[in-house]
């Protein structure tokens, strides 16, 4: 009976630690990562291909740079942000709430003209002073860097003032082309990134034309996973992420135009 009973002990441990190794093993790392509406596409691969070689689980935050930005300075729990513009990155580091060594630019966005498939493909701005034009989407410039090189580039060329009344603002740039795919607007001047397999016609606005678009990110300094996070900006940057960001139309850091 005594035997029995040190064997049922013996057992019990076992079970005890086995269940102990389990309930206390480390959960998978996951990194949470603000980004500028236009990277939606480019960084679901690039997050995808992360996880794979990491196990780390990327949850991604799209929307407009400016309100992205003050998400993170009303204290939203952000490890990783990538803005569409750079003047935004080093806002915050003025704020310190960045890891000042770890902001980096990563791409350089270029604007398009685009309209729904099924109308005709327009050539240059000017085409938007057709009097069948009604409505145009943009980002709103108010926070939205595309946005912002919309207006500068309508401002360029003269047409700003004239074309103000017909502007349908988007809250970002993805959902300006969501007006545009669906037809709800009659053009629209979104990014690059997200023209590239979109239902749309879109020409390529001369980058002459507005400031360029410097896209830079930081790891956010009280982050969950700083380590984590700045792991998934050096990929971005390197061998695997820079092709990605290459097919949707990125200009990449230290490459010739």
């Known amino acids: 009976m005594l035997r029995r009973l040190q064997w049922i002990s013996v057992g019990m441990i076992f079970i005890l630690v086995i269940f102990s190794s389990v309930t206390f093993a480390e959960a998978p790392k996951e990194i949470t990562i603000s980004a500028a509406a236009d990277l939606s596409r480019a960084f679901k691969e690039i997050g ?23 998400q993170i300075e009303g204290g939203a729990p952000v490890d990783l942000f990538a803005a569409a513009n750079k003047s935004y990155i080093d806002a915050l580091e003025v704020k310190g709430l960045i890891i000042p060594e770890t902001k980096k630019l990563y791409a350089v966005g270029r604007i398009t003209l685009a309209t729904p498939k099924r109308y005709a493909k327009f050539s240059s701005l000017q085409d938007l002073l057709k009097p069948e034009v009604k409505k145009i989407a943009i980002a709103n410039p108010a926070h939205a ?113």
């Open 48 to 70: 995808e291909m992360y996880e794979k070689e990491t196990g780390v689980k990327v949850l991604l935050n799209f929307g407009s740079t400016g309100l992205l930005a003050q």
């Open 145 to 257: 860097p595309y946005g912002m090189a919309a207006k500068a580039a309508m401002e360029k060329i003269g047409i700003w003032e004239r074309l103000k009344d017909k502007f349908v603002l988007a809250e970002n740039i993805r959902q300006a082309l969501d007006y545009v795919e669906t037809g709800s607007v009659d053009a629209g001047i979104v990014a690059l990134s997200v023209s590239i397999g979109s239902n749309t016609n879109y020409t390529l606005i001369p980058e002459e034309l507005h400031p360029p678009i410097e896209q830079a990110m930081a790891v956010i300094k009280n982050g969950r996973n700083p380590k984590e996070a700045k792991g998934f900006a050096d990929f971005i940057n390197g061998p695997t992420g820079r092709p990605i960001m290459k097919n949707y139309g990125f200009v990449l850091p230290g490459e010739v135009k």
